[in-house]
């Protein structure tokens, strides 16, 4: 069975994904803080009829991620598609954030990114196939409006930057690197509902190698 690793669930865009991909027959492997919420999230998709696993873990954590993903891989084997959903909002005046603050959000948004892509790697590697997908966000097309969240803001540029970097380098290996830019606020029932947005990280993963984008930027 087809397996997806979903890295900062949550009850939004990560409920959607974990939905959009089971529907497809992939078992669903949860990562996130907090066991009740986990535990709470396996038990309504089994209702569904979903395949769920939850796995604790602090994704600003690079040590916790290794051990995470090595227990995802003995558990329900290694991942045909990483998704990267995770990031802090945090408000505050850029001269009063605390810089071990803006560091740890730093940390969620982009290295604990690169420690799951680096994890799940060596197994995509040796078949030649998988995808890596990364929840983006407009305050990396539009710095200006990120007055107030500094480390949001340069979080999901530096995430951006990352996906560049990584997707012609991982792209020889059969492994497709992309990022869904969400350029709004996601609510259900609106233009950014996330079932709708969930949708586009399919289509990513299903696009043949000939036709690999980097990017979708989702306008709603």
Not at 24 to 52: C, M, N
Not at 118 to 127: F, G, I, L
Not at 158 to 180: F, K, Q
Request: glycine share 12%.
């Amino acid at each position: 069975m087809n397996h997806a690793v979903i890295a900062g669930y949550g009850p939004g865009m990560g409920a959607a994904l974990a939905r959009r991909f089971a529907s497809e027959g992939y078992t669903i492997s949860l990562l996130a803080r907090g066991r009740a919420a986990l535990d709470e999230a396996v038990t309504s998709f089994a209702d569904q009829g979903i395949i769920a696993r939850g796995f604790e873990v602090d994704l600003s954590q690079p040590s916790a991620i290794q051990s995470a993903l090595t227990e995802v891989a003995a558990a329900t084997g290694a991942p045909d598609v990483l998704i990267y959903n995770a990031a802090r909002w945090r408000e505050a005046a850029t001269m009063s954030l605390a810089p071990q603050d803006f560091a740890q959000d730093l940390s969620l948004a982009v290295t604990g990114a690169l420690v799951c892509a680096q994890s799940v790697y060596p197994a995509m590697r040796a078949r030649g196939s998988g995808t890596m997908l990364f929840t983006g966000g407009g305050l990396a097309l539009y710095p200006a409006s990120g007055v107030g969240v500094a480390s949001l803001t340069a979080g999901k540029a530096g995430l951006r930057g990352l996906v560049y970097a990584m997707a012609p380098e991982l792209a020889p290996d059969g492994i497709h690197v992309a990022t869904v830019t969400i350029a709004g606020q996601v609510a259900t029932g609106t233009a950014f509902d996330p079932d709708l947005i969930a949708g586009h990280y399919w289509d990513l993963h299903n696009q043949p190698q000939s036709a690999w984008e980097i990017e979708r930027v989702y306008r709603g």
